[in-house]
Nanobody, 123 residues
Framework: QVHLVESGGGSVKAGGSLTLSCEAS?????IGWFRQAPGKEREGVAQ????????YYSASVKGRFTISQDNAKNTVTLQMNSLKPEDTAMYYC???????????????????WGQGTQVTVSS
């Protein structure tokens, strides 16, 4: 069992920045960030393969969000810039071992989930 702990959520005005962190209890190859707004489906935001450094971003955040890793600390960071009110959601960290299979940034391809951290962007 891999435990994930998110931190860094909060409230910010549009155009501002926030940094989210996800610390895993052990090394794991695939870590992603999802978000879910009330009444909406969980949406993949970004993911990173910690063994290769390969990253992927959804179209809605590409160019504004940056995912990075600190392998020594089993930590992945999501730097969110130019935030918009539509970025408001609960943000979840998720992870999977490469052996779990699947490269897509969709909930079914992740084994472990954090509890979530709220991000609120006001206009």
């Amino acid at each position: 069992q891999v435990h994930l702990v998110e931190s860094g959520g909060g409230s910010v005005k549009a155009g501002g920045s926030l940094t989210l962190s996800c610390e895993a209890s052990q090394s794991i190859e695939k870590i992603g960030w999802f978000r879910q707004a009330p009444g909406k489906e969980r949406e993949g935001v970004a993911q990173i393969w910690t063994d290769t450094g390969s990253t992927y971003y959804s179209a809605s955040v590409k160019g504004r969000f940056t995912i990075s890793q600190d392998n020594a600390k089993n930590t992945v960071t999501l730097q969110m810039n130019s935030l918009k009110p539509e970025d408001t959601a609960m943000y979840y960290c998720a992870a999977a071992f490469r052996s779990y299979g699947g490269v897509a940034l969709i909930p079914g391809k992740f084994q472990y989930w954090g509890q979530g951290t709220q991000v609120t962007v006001s206009s």
